[in-house]
């Protein structure tokens, strides 16, 4: 067994209705706390899911700001604005409300506020200096796992995206409240929960990080989110689905924090970048044509993640790898998400840029059970057309 390091967040709470109660969790954890900040999106603050969770910490006596121009891959500009807001707020914690965007935005304010590093000497790995402001995380998808993930992406040009990977960006606490998650569109929950999927079956195949801390969590992960990901679309009311989900999509959060995805993400991320296409259908979109790429490679880890997705599958390790990676792709034309390149308009002409962006994902690349080469990755693209 190789030698591994493993961390998480410490305080995890799986509660359905546990944001009506925040106010509570904060005085109780921070009693000297006064003045809080919430990062989230325009989009979520209108649902109204938010205002009970508001309500609470005002009546705990609580100062609430609320910061909501987070906007999905979010720029510098947005996190430096919102660093602005939180220093002359004098905030003194920040609580993450949304999907990845807002989590990885508050994990940014939380180390940027009274710091005077430049958020430009962050990008990379273990470049945050010094500490941070008390950091809650709530996530209103079941995905991203940005709730335990150390990991903030921020948009840096105009398509390209750097990250900022440090342990100071584990949150104190993560809450899962399904409540949070009975809005979103069986569309978005398909899309979302294939991405927690992704990240289980990455972690799983990573070549140099994986441990059997993060494989335990992700064939837990895979448990749950395969055992409920058809319910928590065609009945987005059933809580007990939805809780399942994210608690699914943290324990996934947690193995690929600690065992890093590989290919699926190297090539979605140019597909999010230059076209605009949501994260977690971008993984979708090429997760079978990349399994198919790998199998030669990783046969054995499918297969053993098929007892999972494809008990019934007999036969040898090939023949199991294969039923994993044709029930994924079911599973996708199933809940009736795109599952062709060409159906969010991409053409034959862009798959040269794809592949070159792509081949830029060396920290993702290298963990590949399988080594990508440019044109390797430009079949695969081809393949996903
Ligand atoms: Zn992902």
């Given at each position: 067994m190789n030698n591994f390091d493993f961390r998480t967040v410490p305080h995890l709470i799986s509660q359905i209705g546990a944001a009506k109660q925040l106010g509570d969790i904060v005085t109780q954890h921070y009693p000297g706390v006064k003045r809080v900040l919430i990062v989230t999106d325009g989009g979520f603050l209108k649902t109204g899911l938010i205002a009970p969770a508001i309500a609470n910490l005002e009546r705990c006596g609580l100062h609430v700001s609320v910061f909501s121009e987070v906007i999905a891959d979010p720029p510098e500009a947005v996190v430096h604005q919102a660093v602005g807001n939180a220093e002359k707020l004098q905030v003194e914690l920040v609580i993450g409300f949304g999907g990845g965007s807002s989590m990885d935005v508050a994990k940014l304010i939380a180390v940027l506020t009274g710091s005077t590093q430049a958020l430009s000497s962050m990008y990379g790995i273990g470049n945050v200096k010094g500490q941070r402001l008390p950091l809650i995380q709530i996530p209103t998808t079941a995905g991203t796992g940005s709730e335990v993930t150390p990991i903030s992406i921020v948009t840096t040009g105009a398509t390209t995206k750097m990250g900022v990977v440090a342990p100071q960006l584990y949150a104190d606490i993560a809450i899962l409240d399904a409540e949070l998650t009975i809005g979103l569109p069986a569309k978005v929950t398909a899309a979302t929960g294939i991405d927690a999927m992704v990240h289980a079956i990455e972690a799983y195949t990573t070549k140099h990080k994986k441990n059997p801390l993060s494989d335990m969590l992700a064939r837990q992960a895979l448990t749950l989110l395969w055992g409920n990901i058809d319910e928590a679309c065609s009945n987005g009311a059933n809580l007990a689905a939805r809780q399942a989900m994210l608690l699914g999509a943290m324990l996934a959060g947690q193995c690929f924090a600690n065992a890093p995805c590989a290919a699926v993400h190297a090539l979605a991320y140019p597909i999010g970048g230059i076209f605009h296409v949501p994260h977690g259908l971008s993984n979708s979109l090429v997760l079978p044509h990349v399994l198919r790429f790998n199998a030669p490679s990783a046969a054995g880890q499918y297969a053993e993640l098929a007892s999972i997705i494809a008990p019934s599958a007999q036969g040898s390790a090939e023949a199991r790898s294969t039923a994993l990676i044709t029930a994924m792709e079911a599973l996708a034309q199933r809940v009736g998400i795109e599952t062709q390149l060409r159906q969010v308009g991409?053409?034959?002409?862009?798959l040269d840029q794809l592949a070159s962006d792509a081949m830029l994902q060396t920290r993702l690349l290298g963990n590949n059970p399988r080594e990508v080469t440019r044109d390797d990755a430009r079949a695969i693209y081809a393949a996903a057309l």
């Open positions: 991409i053409a034959e002409k862009d």
